[in-house]
């Protein structure tokens, strides 16, 4: 529902029609991410029959979000209000922000799903899934002295050719202030960058700790957007 030239103003709909089409859940003017891959959701116009076809693609009691525009009133879906986020994008011909050889970044796979899953609930609940792995890479840093601890990861989430988008970034919060996310996020762009793609991503606007990270490592603001919460009864 956003209207810009960029198809990353309106990424879930890009993602959805494009590189992520086959994990693509489709009814009439409605789209969604399967609820244990994101809970992202798009819409062919901003109507109420938008949103009737959404609702048959939700479980009872099922959250999803929207990008873009606040939706059309409905009597089918709970609107829970909105979440102002920042868009930034990485300059293509930027040189990448250097990565800390020591640090032990190692590849994460979807059998390491539930030490993800277990991370991502302290920094940001509900938004990684059993299956979001399935989106893209992902890194992360192990607890060398408790195994099966994941402290620190970042990888990919929306991709939409050649956009591929930053996320999942976060820190256990006993080993924050060492420089993992940045160096993550490090290890996410040039992974990007080998494969000749432009790095993006979404932060909250009022996480301006966050936000300020991404500037020092040469991140530029793009636009704000709102992702839209809406809920199907149970």
Same mark, same amino acid.
């Given at each position: ?85 920042? *868009? ?20 994460? !796979? ?81 992974? *990007? ?11 909250? !606007? ?29």
């Amino acid at each position: 529902m956003a209207s810009s030239d960029d198809p990353f103003a309106n990424a879930i709909w890009n993602a959805l029609h494009t590189t992520h089409q086959h994990l693509s859940l489709a009814h009439g003017l409605a789209l969604k991410y399967p609820a244990d891959v994101a809970p992202f959701s798009c819409l062919a116009e901003n109507t109420s029959a938008a949103l009737s076809d959404l609702h048959t693609l939700m479980a009872s009691g099922e959250t999803t979000y929207v990008l873009g525009d606040a939706p059309a009133l409905s009597d089918k879906l709970l609107y829970r209000g909105a979440t102002p986020c920042l *868009q930034m994008a990485f300059p293509e011909q930027s040189p990448l922000p250097a990565i800390e050889p020591a640090l032990p970044i190692a590849p994460l !796979s979807c059998d390491d799903a539930p030490a993800m899953v277990a991370l991502t609930d302290i920094a940001f609940p509900g938004f990684f899934r059993s299956r979001t792995c399935v989106m893209g890479s992902y890194f992360g840093i192990w607890d060398s002295a408790r195994p099966g601890q994941l402290i620190a990861m970042a990888g990919e989430r929306l991709v939409l050719h050649p956009t591929r988008e930053v996320s999942g970034v976060c820190t256990h919060p006993e080993h924050r202030g060492q420089g993992l996310a940045a160096a993550l996020t490090a290890r996410v762009l040039d992974h *990007q960058r080998r494969l000749q793609a432009r790095s993006v991503l979404h932060v909250v !606007s009022t996480n301006h700790t966050a936000i300020s990270l991404y500037h020092r490592l040469g991140f530029q603001s793009l636009r704000e957007v709102h992702l839209h919460r809406l809920k199907r009864p149970d």
